[in-house]
């Protein structure tokens, strides 16, 4: 068919996206070119440059131009903003991105990120430890579709979260202290897993097996009735285990309605369950290997967002978690139960006028844990808790960002309270600005301050291998950062350098090494210097061959420790991952047939004590490794089958010190999506 061509394509610019008639590009018949106006594009989401032209399959292009717009769309403030006006470094994994890798879960999708440290302590999600830029997993706020779900008993159940795969959108990383964004949490960071609220497909279904009776299933289905979308989403997932006492299950279900009422306006219900039962073997002690657990998580949100030019943004919540933990499987030795309850509400108003963008916005956070061993004595014990203790945590934030001509300038700070501290506001300032050059290049720079409170665990927890003192003080975190970044349609690359110091870090630590336990304590400061880089390639556009979509994505970061520890004898504290380098290459193989590559090498800096046989025998360096993984993807029709082989050369490694990991795990599936 013969289409029309324009010898002379105006460009026009937007400074701002609105979401609404994009219908209006397709009626230009021009290029229109996505004006970047503020903060730094983030290097993993490609937005090219979008050519409106009137084709037969307008429809279909539609589509395209309104999936891209919204994609640019992440919440790295208080509000949704569009990911040209965020001034913080940040990661978005796609839905996409996560269909090409080689993975079961969360937490082994976020081993491709090498921003993030994943400390697995059992495969496919059992149990993790995630930190950012060095910090531990204590100091990351972790978010579902923006509610706050950080776990106040400990970091280490911070990832027991209702979701599957299969409900992920996007995932959003912002590095570095972020307390004005996500609350006095985020010391280091901040994880943002944002679920699917469409209805593209009526139902989707997938199961998988393999190595060490590796068993797993996802259901999931959506309807839209009236005003309201739907969806439920049901997921399991078992193994025997590739160690004595690594065999797990893991259950979740995940409800979610989103009322669309007048004005653009919404509302969205979440309500969520996961269990999990799993063999710890030596976890959290090399002395008692036969260790166990099992917890369950309760979550239930809802949040609205009303208004455009003032946007009014409620939210209500509630999360429970339920743990029991065995020093030794199936005895009452070491046996711990316990409780945690968070419940909170938040209120951002955000206001948009000739002056910049305002954002005023306050929470009430509610935290309290019954337990066998956290907390203070009842007067009278609660069914099987004995113990019990609660605090709350108030903040109010406001910040304001003006843009002008190349430059973008935004200035804010959180006020918070927490009841552990009497009488006592805190202040957490943050400053960015951003200059942009030319059209591909994008330079910023921020400034922030952030603070987390101690856990419960960190306050009361005792056991032969540890003790906690209810006397420590919240950390303290202060963070500067520069970075640049350059993109166009076949390549974009960044590179940031980042400082930050530490104040009253809280780690494990004894005198002697022939203690037997490990005392909480406040370190007097940690500092954190290192660099991000980063660069993608677009194969698809220079080797068709290869598939349209086939892409490299390198990256690498290097950071360096100094902390004061007194001379103790330390956990956590210094080792940390001093490189990381990740490599995803992605491309077809004939047709329906794909492969994605995903390569890892990184060094742990410290020592842990090396057990054999239950005996110490000395301290040992963490070594350096590498592995590689590899998914093949086949589609047909809407038939999907998939073979994941991890490990490719059976790597022998540990993440945390006495705890192996898998080697070589092969497993396949097949799914199927309903239209």
């Given at each position: 068919m013969n289409r029309k061509h324009f010898k002379e394509r105006p460009v026009y610019r937007f400074k701002r996206f609105v979401r609404k008639a994009y219908s209006a590009f397709n009626s230009m018949h021009r290029i229109v070119n996505i004006g970047v106006v503020r903060g730094c594009a983030i290097s993993f989401l490609t937005v090219s440059t979008i050519t409106?032209?009137?084709?037969?399959?307008g429809e279909q292009q539609q589509k395209v131009l309104e999936k891209e717009l919204d994609e640019v769309m992440v919440t790295a403030s208080r509000v949704e903003t569009p990911i040209n006006q965020t001034a913080k470094l940040v990661t978005v994994i796609t839905k996409e991105q996560i269909e090409q890798s080689p993975v079961r879960s969360i937490q082994d999708l976020l081993v491709y990120a090498a921003n993030i440290d994943v400390v697995q302590r059992g495969g496919h999600g059992v149990q993790a430890d995630i930190s950012i830029r060095g910090g531990s997993f204590d100091q990351n706020a972790v978010l579902l579709n923006g509610v706050n779900l950080s776990n106040a008993q400990t970091g280490h159940y911070s990832f027991d979260i209702p979701i599957n795969l299969s409900d992920i959108e996007r995932i959003e990383i912002i590095h570095g202290p972020s307390a004005l964004i996500y609350g006095s949490s985020a010391f280091s960071g901040g994880i943002n897993i944002i679920t699917k609220k469409n209805t593209d497909y009526k139902a989707y279904a997938s199961v998988g097996s393999g190595m060490h009776k590796l068993r797993g299933?996802?259901?999931?289905?959506t309807a839209k009735t009236?005003?309201?979308?739907?969806?439920?989403?049901?997921?399991?997932?078992?193994?025997?285990?590739?160690?004595?006492?690594?065999?797990?299950?893991?259950?979740?279900?995940?409800?979610?309605?989103?009322?669309?009422?007048?004005n653009e306006s919404k509302l969205d219900l979440q309500l969520g369950y996961n269990d999990k039962k799993y063999g710890a073997n030596t976890f959290y002690s090399p002395k008692f290997p036969n260790q166990y657990e099992r917890t369950s998580t309760y979550?239930?949100?809802?949040?609205?967002?009303?208004?455009?030019?003032?946007?009014?943004?409620?939210?209500?919540?509630?999360?429970?978690h339920h743990d029991q933990y065995d020093l030794v499987k199936d005895t009452d030795y070491g046996r711990n139960y316990h409780r945690s309850d968070t419940y909170g509400a938040n209120?951002?108003?955000?206001?948009?006028?000739?002056?910049?963008?305002?954002?005023?916005?306050?929470?009430?956070?509610?935290?309290?844990?019954?337990?066998?061993?956290?907390?203070?004595?009842?007067?009278?014990?609660?069914?099987?808790?004995?113990?019990?203790?609660?605090?709350?945590?108030?903040?109010?934030?406001?910040?304001?960002?003006?843009?002008?001509?190349?430059?973008?300038?935004?200035?804010?700070?959180?006020?918070?309270?927490?009841?552990?501290?009497?009488?006592?506001?805190?202040?957490?300032?943050?400053?960015?600005?951003?200059?942009?050059?030319?059209?591909?290049?994008?330079?910023?720079?921020?400034?922030?301050?952030?603070?987390?409170?101690?856990?419960?665990?960190?306050?009361?927890?005792?056991?032969p291998t540890h003790i906690g003192r209810n006397d420590l003080k919240p950390?303290?975190?202060?963070?500067?950062?520069?970075?640049?970044?350059?993109?166009?349609?076949?390549?974009?690359?960044?590179?940031?350098?980042?400082?930050?110091?530490?104040?009253?870090?809280?780690?494990?630590?004894k005198e002697n090494p022939a203690d037997e336990a490990y005392t909480a304590w406040n370190l007097s400061k940690i500092d954190t210097k290192g660099v991000e880089m980063g660069a993608k390639f677009r194969i698809g556009d220079i080797l068709p061959a290869l598939g349209g979509k086939s892409s490299l994505a390198l990256d690498y970061i290097r950071m360096h420790q100094d902390g004061d520890t007194k001379g103790l004898i330390s956990i956590y504290?210094?080792?940390?991952?001093?490189?990381?380098?990740?490599?995803?290459?992605?491309?077809?193989?004939?047709?329906?047939?794909?492969?994605?590559?995903?390569?890892?090498?990184?060094?742990?800096?410290?020592?842990?004590?090396?057990?054999?046989?239950?005996?110490?025998?000395?301290?040992?360096?963490?070594?350096?490794?590498?592995?590689?993984?590899?998914?093949?993807?086949?589609?047909?029709?809407?038939?999907v089958f998939n073979l994941n082989l991890n490990n490719l050369y059976d790597t022998h490694y540990f993440d945390r010190g006495n705890i192996p990991q898998a080697g070589f795990w092969l497993m396949g599936g097949i799914s199927y999506t309903f239209r």
């Open positions: 409106a032209q009137t084709t037969t399959d299933m996802e259901v999931r289905g009236g005003m309201t979308t739907n969806s439920l989403s049901v997921g399991y997932n078992s193994s025997d285990g590739y160690i004595a006492n690594s065999d797990y299950d893991i259950y979740n279900v995940l409800w979610q309605t989103r009322f669309r009422l007048k979550t239930g949100s809802l949040k609205g967002e009303f208004g455009s030019k003032l946007k009014i943004v409620p939210i209500i919540y509630w999360n429970r209120l951002i108003f955000s206001y948009r006028s000739k002056l910049g963008n305002t954002s005023l916005g306050g929470e009430i956070r509610r935290e309290d844990i019954m337990s066998t061993n956290l907390g203070m004595l009842m007067v009278e014990p609660h069914r099987k808790y004995t113990k019990y203790d609660d605090r709350t945590n108030a903040s109010v934030s406001l910040e304001h960002t003006y843009s002008i001509e190349q430059f973008v300038l935004s200035a804010g700070a959180l006020m918070n309270h927490n009841t552990l501290q009497d009488n006592q506001y805190k202040f957490y300032p943050s400053v960015s600005a951003t200059y942009r050059p030319t059209d591909k290049v994008n330079i910023s720079s921020s400034w922030s301050k952030s603070t987390r409170v101690p856990t419960f665990t960190d306050m009361y927890y005792k056991a950390e303290k975190s202060e963070s500067l950062e520069l970075g640049i970044k350059y993109k166009d349609n076949l390549f974009s690359a960044y590179l940031t350098g980042f400082i930050q110091w530490g104040r009253d870090i809280i780690d494990w630590v504290s210094l080792n940390y991952l001093r490189d990381k380098f990740t490599a995803k290459f992605n491309h077809q193989i004939y047709k329906g047939l794909s492969a994605g590559w995903y390569f890892r090498f990184q060094k742990r800096m410290g020592t842990y004590e090396k057990y054999e046989n239950l005996i110490k025998v000395g301290d040992e360096h963490y070594p350096a490794f590498s592995t590689l993984d590899l998914k093949l993807n086949y589609e047909y029709k809407d038939v």
